[in-house]
Nanobody, 119 residues
């Protein structure tokens, strides 16, 4: 089972940028899909972005396309979420997650980190 530890986040004004990090340990990430999700107060958790560790194929939610970028550092076993041009509606707790490429559900989750965007 992979363990995920998140860092980053915080408070930023609208139009600003933040980068989230997700450090993985416990097993090789080859064959996994790494994802970012978020949950705003009173709302369900929603998909933000994902990346196949092998090959680097990425997918984004329409709401963040062109503003957020998911990337990885193979040497550090770390996934990043670069968030630019942040909007107040991006305010949420952000979670990184992992699943096998052949699995539908994510079964490993980070602890979550708060991102707050002020208007």
């Amino acid at each position: 089972q992979v363990q995920l530890v998140q860092s980053g986040g915080g408070l930023v004004q609208a139009g600003g940028s933040l980068r989230l990090s997700c450090a993985a340990s416990g097993r090789t990430l080859v064959g996994l899909v790494m994802g970012w999700f978020r949950q705003a107060p009173g709302k369900e958790r929603e998909f933000v972005a994902s990346m196949r560790w092998s090959g680097g194929t990425t997918t984004y939610a329409d709401s963040v396309k062109g503003r957020f970028t998911i990337s990885k550092d193979n040497t550090k076993n770390t996934v990043y979420l670069q968030m630019n041009n942040l909007k107040p509606e991006d305010t949420a707790v952000y979670y990184c997650a992992a699943r096998g490429q052949s699995n539908r559900d994510y079964d490993a989750w980070g602890q979550g980190t708060q991102v707050t965007v002020s208007s």
